[in-house]
């Protein structure tokens, strides 16, 4: 998969691309943008650029179902493509945008570059379902840890890629305010359930995977082709109401705690633009079982895992007033994750339940082993038993209102152009007048 277009020497005409640190000519992640009080249509992000790809359609720089598809205002048919359909469109706007297109080429398209600081980023697909893994094995043992301290795993942990059915309609982009959550919360020392505010109001640092292509009901899709059902990836904030979780939860699992939003980051970033940063899946544990064989692929162990640093930062209206910098609260590692995206997809589909091109996943939190790279402030404060202090002598156990929560992710390996996703990023707003 590794090709020309991931050569670290190349060099786009886009000048702001060229050492960008999402957005390099080596990324070309597909998403739907507008501008101001335009209809939203598609484009690749390039530098602090956007190339919209219905005026480059228009202007015969591109053709073809593959370019009519990532143009759209909705890019399931994008999603859908496959490999071998995004290959030719990552090979036709990489020729597009390098420096090695005429110079009457490169004068007909900077005509069809928007600033993207100008333009609204949008959901990029029409998500069908979406479902939310639990595969952070280091925050599934964190969680575990404070209910079950000698057993903090359940049983089925180490055999069943965990998963539940999330709310689709409540996914917002990037950027979109997030308003603090009323519901039933009861704590230990109350004698019954009230209806307010949420007073435990967190973050989850997820890796969202986008579906392209689809099975049909009843058939289940193979380890070995799980990874071609693939289409891309995006950052992840599962937005979660811990006191109302706690109370909710038994014996079905989240509800209302987590569907009130879950934000994404905008970019699709594509498995080929992702595939310098393929590792093999860390081995097990000594004394861990095998996946079962239906969840077992030799190539998946060898390269279903990725390499991609995460991190959380937080931005008070205090630090924010006083001009000084986001703070950050951790850092870890795709490579964290204790089941492949093609697990994933493998599990999903064992019972026969189909997928859907524009089909959304949440890898589940991602936590690090140290507590510096710990994804969620419930693991970070220790489900609130602990205060953290931020630079400027404030202190959080849980996200207070008017918090902004940022995440970004890089992709690096030696010989190799770093790429981003661009920002996950959502303010908390007060809740809403009961
Ligand atoms: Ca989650």
Not at 147 to 169: E, Q, T, W
Not at 184 to 211: H, T
Request: hydrophobic residues 40%; glycine residues 10%.
């Amino acid at each position: 998969m590794i090709d020309h277009t991931h050569d670290p020497a190349a060099t786009s005409w886009v000048a702001s691309a060229n050492g960008h640190t999402d957005f390099p000519l080596q990324n070309l992640p597909h998403g739907v943008f507008s501008r101001p009080g335009g209809a939203p249509s598609g484009g690749v992000a390039i530098g602090d650029k956007i190339l919209d790809l219905a005026a480059a359609l228009a202007a015969g720089l591109l053709d073809g179902q593959e370019a009519e598809a990532a143009a759209a205002p909705r890019l399931n048919g994008f999603l859908a493509l496959g490999a071998v359909g995004r290959t030719v469109l990552r090979h036709r706007v990489f020729a597009l945008l390098s420096v090695d297109a005429a110079v009457v080429v490169q004068s007909r398209a900077a005509a069809c570059l928007v600033d993207a600081a100008d333009c609204a980023l949008h959901v990029p697909a029409a998500i069908g379902d979406y479902t939310d893994f639990f595969s952070g094995i280091h925050h599934a043992m964190n969680g575990g840890k404070l209910l079950r301290p000698d057993n903090p795993l359940m049983p089925n942990y180490k055999y069943v890629p965990v998963a539940y059915h999330g709310r689709a309609s409540s996914i917002r982009p990037s950027g979109t305010d997030v308003r603090r959550p009323n519901g039933q919360r009861k704590r230990p020392d109350e004698a019954a359930p009230s209806f307010g505010p949420c007073r435990n109001l967190d973050y989850e640092m997820e890796f969202g995977i986008w579906i392209g292509g689809a099975n049909a009901l009843g058939e289940p899709v193979p380890i070995e082709q799980a990874g071609d059902h693939i289409a891309g990836f995006c950052l992840l904030n599962d937005w979660s109401a811990r006191d109302i979780q706690a109370w909710e939860s038994a014996p079905l699992g989240p509800f209302l705690a987590k569907s009130f939003q879950t934000s994404i980051s905008p970019w699709i970033v594509t498995p080929e633009a992702l595939a310098p940063f393929r590792i093999p899946q860390p081995p097990r544990p000594n004394g861990d079982p095998a996946p079962l064989p239906h969840l077992h692929a030799a190539h998946d162990q060898a390269a279903g895992a990725l390499d991609i640093a995460v991190t959380v930062h937080i931005l008070t209206p205090r630090m924010r007033e006083a001009g000084l910098p986001p703070h950050r609260l951790s850092r870890a590692n795709t490579s964290d994750l204790y089941w492949t995206v093609a697990q994933m997809v493998a599990h999903h589909t064992s019972n026969g339940c189909n997928l859907s091109p524009g089909d959304l996943f949440g890898s589940g939190t991602i936590s690090a082993v140290e507590d510096t790279g710990w994804g969620s402030l419930q693991e970070l404060s220790l489900a609130g038993r602990r205060e953290l202090t931020l630079p400027n002598g404030e202190t959080r156990m849980f996200l207070a209102d008017g918090d902004e929560i940022t995440f970004r992710a890089q992709a690096a390996r030696p010989g190799y152009a770093s790429i981003g996703f661009g920002p996950c990023r959502g303010t908390v707003w007060p809740a809403r007048a009961i």
